[in-house]
């Protein structure tokens, strides 16, 4: 067991005081930085695993009294960074305006899990790679920067083929940042500089030359909600997986579509499971505006999906099923009787 701190916030301004003050005694970019602790569902784990060691925990589970509000707002919705992901994926109005997010949260754990674990928890979790979760592995650049990444010739099954560089091919694990970087969420950040808002899309780092540094977020900031505009009724969330039961990605794809009289007026394409982080195909997404749509426009576009995917030893199957994945998930959204 390795010490550490535990301190209890009362509200927004205790936790990022108490998360500020704790990263500035430690260096950022270490395993002894302070830590948020709201579900724990995967902060415990890797702790457990030594793979984190964090000096200090500040629990923010009493900022849910404010912060676990599930918000229709006119064209849109607004998610609490504390709603619990069960929560989530049981509302009325996201399960009817935008399914993409219900199912991607059904998808993503058990059920003991969804109930504990929050959606600003959920978007932060870390990857699987096992190089990465195995400390007696040295050869990870995310735990041990400028160590290598023992991956690129390692057994790389589950890796990413897209948004690799030379230092790391861990896949993002996540499943719900897939619907939220479709649906161009923007994400509500608490910091000690007050609040600020940036697109989803924006909160997670390609690890470029420094895959130990993750996201955009600041030492003490904590993000506070996701707000969406606009209502996607025509959206799905399709995940190809070893078992049915819970697993992660081998690849997913999350689908938004606005059709009017058989034409494909917008879309919105995202990948999980085959990249380093939550990935919107904008190419393809081109290729579907104006379109009617049949199978040879989703083999299209899903080609234009991967175009720039790049597979190794074990993972190059995952361009085939990606492929795949986004194929049927443009016809299952197509058919949809909304």
């Not at 959920?122 to 920067?145: A, G, H, I, L, W």
């Not at 025509?234 to 579509?257: G, M, T």
Request: charged content about 20%; some cysteine; glycine content about 6%.
């Amino acid at each position: 067991m390795r010490p550490f701190s535990y301190q209890r916030a009362t509200d927004p301004d205790t936790a990022v005081q108490a998360l500020s003050a704790a990263a500035a005694a430690n260096n950022p970019l270490t395993q002894a930085r302070a830590q948020p602790l709201a579900g724990g569902t995967t902060l415990i784990d890797l702790m457990k695993l030594d793979v984190m060691r964090p000096a200090a925990l500040v629990d923010i589970n009493p900022l849910a009294r404010d912060w676990s509000a599930i918000e229709p707002k006119g064209d849109g919705v607004r998610l609490s960074a504390l709603a619990k992901m069960s929560d989530v994926a049981a509302h009325d109005e996201i399960q009817r305006n935008y399914p993409v997010i219900a199912n991607s949260l059904k998808l993503a754990a058990s059920a003991q899990l969804r109930n504990m674990a929050t959606l600003g928890g959920n978007v932060m979790q870390r990857t699987r790679c096992s190089y990465f979760r195995d400390v007696s592995y040295e050869n990870c650049n995310k735990r041990n920067p400028g160590s290598g990444c023992a991956a690129m010739d390692g057994v790389n099954r589950m890796h990413a083929v897209l948004g690799v560089s030379d230092q790391c091919i861990a896949t993002y694990p996540g499943d719900f940042a897939q619907a939220l970087i479709a649906l161009d969420a923007i994400v509500e950040i608490t910091g000690k500089s007050g609040a600020r808002s940036l697109p989803f899309a924006q909160l997670h780092k390609a690890p470029g030359n420094t895959p130990e540094i993750e996201t955009t977020l600041q030492p003490g900031e904590l993000i506070s909600a996701f707000s969406i505009s606009g209502r996607w009724p025509r959206s799905v969330y399709l995940k190809a997986r070893d078992r049915q039961s819970y697993e992660f990605a081998l690849s997913s794809a999350a689908v938004a579509l606005d059709v009017q009289d058989g034409m494909i007026r917008d879309a919105r394409v995202a990948l999980g499971g085959v990249a380093t982080v939550p990935w919107r195909a904008r190419e393809a997404e081109a290729l579907l505006k104006g379109q009617k749509f049949d199978d040879g426009l989703a083999q299209r576009v899903a080609d234009a999906a991967f175009a720039d995917a790049k597979g190794r030893r074990h993972n190059s199957f995952k361009i085939a099923l990606g492929k795949r994945v986004v194929a049927r998930a443009l016809q299952q959204a197509v058919t949809m009787e909304i």
